[in-house]
């Protein structure tokens, strides 16, 4: 059994390692047959690629943040309990294992592209750590809820990615329809789980700060 102390030193292992340290992936980075005979990007589609797959890279940074967030407050005891909710959060680090995949997928493939992580990635941590956390304090059906809304605007936003990435990266393209699928999966389970519906300001809400760090990490 985890303690409330080992939670949160393995929170704190976890943002170091996320952030000051390469991703190693327990998956092959999944690949399209088309890519042994890929043609080399022009400067433009380069550009493009490396900004939509930086902020790919900030959402798994983020990813990191938000399950550790929770993993943690699912741990902590709550309500008169003498111990938290171990199974939920064993779910919870299942889940942000995965998202290592996607975190060291998407850092490699900036590295191939010549472009660099967002400078920023700190903060987006940070923001994402808190939000985490307060959604796991609020109770197990709202954190498992909040999974289910973040990881289905993910899903669309990677979907738009899949739109806006040149026809002709096919290891970009690669990585995004894995991690889309990956992102769907974690939501059904986190339903069946037992998430509640979050309300639609709430949703609202987390549109609107995803929708602040995807558009800065284009450019920074």
């Known amino acids: 059994?985890?303690?409330?102390?080992?939670?949160?030193?393995?929170?704190?292992?976890?943002?170091?390692?996320?952030?000051?340290?390469?991703?190693?992936?327990?998956?092959?980075?999944?690949?399209?047959?088309?890519?042994?005979?890929?043609?080399?990007?022009?400067?433009d589609e380069r550009r493009l690629s490396g900004a939509l797959m930086r902020v790919n890279h900030v959402g798994e940074v983020c990813a990191q943040a938000l399950y550790t967030a929770q993993a943690l407050a699912a741990r902590w005891p709550r309500g008169g309990h003498s111990q938290g909710n171990e199974a939920l959060a064993q779910q919870l680090e299942a889940a942000g294992r995965e998202e290592t995949d996607h975190l060291a997928w998407t850092q490699a493939r900036l590295e191939e592209l010549g472009a660099r992580p967002s400078l920023l990635?700190?903060?987006?941590?940070?923001?994402?750590?808190?939000?985490?956390?307060?959604?796991?304090?609020?109770?197990?059906?709202?954190?498992?809820?909040?999974?289910?809304?973040?990881?289905?605007?993910?899903?669309?936003?990677?979907?738009?990615?899949m739109d806006r990435l040149p026809s002709r990266d096919h290891a970009s393209r690669a990585i995004v329809a894995q991690m889309k699928d990956d992102e769907a999966r974690h939501a059904r389970e986190a339903q069946q789980a037992g998430a509640v519906e979050l309300p639609t300001p709430?949703?609202?809400?987390?549109?609107?700060?995803?929708?602040?760090?995807?558009?800065?990490?284009?450019?920074?």
Request: with cysteine.
């Open 1 to 43: 059994m985890t303690t409330a102390t080992d939670a949160l030193l393995n929170a704190a292992d976890s943002a170091l390692r996320t952030l000051f340290v390469a991703p190693r992936a327990s998956r092959e980075c999944p690949t399209l047959p088309e890519r042994a005979s890929d043609p080399e990007l022009g400067d």
């Open 121 to 161: 990635n700190p903060l987006w941590y940070a923001g994402a750590f808190g939000l985490g956390l307060l959604a796991g304090r609020v109770g197990p059906g709202v954190s498992l809820g909040f999974v289910v809304e973040t990881e289905r605007q993910v899903e669309a936003h990677l979907a738009s990615h």
């Open 202 to 220: 709430v949703k609202g809400l987390m549109r609107a700060a995803a929708k602040v760090m995807t558009t800065v990490a284009h450019r920074i």
